[in-house]
């Protein structure tokens, strides 16, 4: 049987870059910052690197502290309250940012992102569909 989806956006992305690489734009208050992350959807939740937090003027230590466990091992980071801009789309949600600088990359998981958006992927066109969750 089956079954059809619609999507608000579609949208190339490179795939010259190691995995589906997007622009993300964090806000809070009148600081903003745009990055490019990485669409992790086996990551637990969104994870950022200690950097832009500075840049928004986030005080790290003192959101929620949670330990991550990586493949590389446990990694440390403070969740904070966020609005989140991806292709168009923007909501609120906790992002982590790492504790220690020298985070490789940016990550869009599950908690923060992914659980807000319908997501549809056809990697052999590179193609990313993107629509918020109903």
């Not at 086996?42 to 840049?55: E, N, S």
């Not at 292709?87 to 600088?101: I, M, N, R, T």
């Amino acid at each position: 049987m089956p079954h059809q989806l619609t999507f608000t956006t579609c949208t190339s992305y490179d795939t010259r870059l190691e995995g589906i690489t997007i622009e993300a734009g964090l806000v809070l208050g009148t600081r903003s910052v745009i990055y490019q992350a990485k669409i992790d959807t086996g990551g637990q939740a969104c994870l950022f690197m200690r950097d832009i937090a500075d840049t928004l003027g986030i005080d790290v230590e003192t959101g929620h502290f949670r330990r991550f466990q990586t493949l590389a091992g446990p990694l440390s980071a403070y969740g904070h309250e966020v609005t989140l801009r991806t292709l168009g789309l923007e909501f609120e949600s906790l992002v982590y940012f790492a504790a220690d600088y020298g985070l490789p990359r940016n990550l869009l998981g599950r908690e923060g992102w992914l659980q807000k958006v319908w997501l549809g992927v056809v990697d052999y066109d590179a193609l990313l569909y993107l629509s918020p969750y109903q």
